[in-house]
């Protein structure tokens, strides 16, 4: 299944030069622990990295730094790693495992934003699937029942 039949379309985005106050507030705005960071080009939404709320209290309350000195360019993770549209689901969790990342971007051949998948996604997919998996056997018998009579 391609990546982007699944990821979630409606991405709470942030500038570079947000206030991390600001990126806080619109986290909290909308029930979220990141926030993905763009720059507007061409007209498209561009990813450029992934600020978090661990990454706030990492970097700047634990070490008792002023919220207002900062930005969240200042603090996003360096190295974004991104998914295509049509990469599937197991590449993409094999992806995030490898590069130890629990929300990834999803862009399109262009480059631009076209949703983000989380760890959390793929779990809550991976149950359904694996649900749906079992409730072959019992299913199975009942046809056999049925067939063979």
Do not use: W, Y
């Not at 106050?21 to 990141?34: I, P, S």
């Not at 561009?46 to 970097?59: A, C, N």
């Not at 999803?106 to 079992?134: F, I, K, Q």
């Amino acid at each position: 299944m391609p990546i982007d039949e699944f990821c979630n379309r409606e991405v709470i985005f942030a500038s570079r030069k947000m206030s991390i106050q600001d990126a806080a507030r619109l986290m909290r705005q909308h029930h979220v622990g990141d926030l993905v960071v763009v720059d507007e080009i061409g007209g498209r939404r561009v990813p450029v990295g992934v600020v978090t709320d661990r990454d706030i209290v990492i970097e700047i309350v634990a070490n008792g730094l002023k919220l207002e000195d900062f930005t969240v360019g200042d603090i996003m993770s360096p190295q974004l790693v991104t998914v295509q549209t049509d990469d599937g689901v197991l590449d993409t969790i094999q992806l995030m495992r490898s590069k130890g990342v629990r929300r990834v971007p999803v862009v399109g051949r262009d480059g631009g934003l076209e949703g983000v998948v989380s760890a959390d996604d793929m779990l809550g997919l991976l149950a359904e699937e694996m649900t749906d998996l079992s409730r072959v056997a019992p299913r199975e018998r009942a046809r056999e029942a049925h067939i063979r009579v």
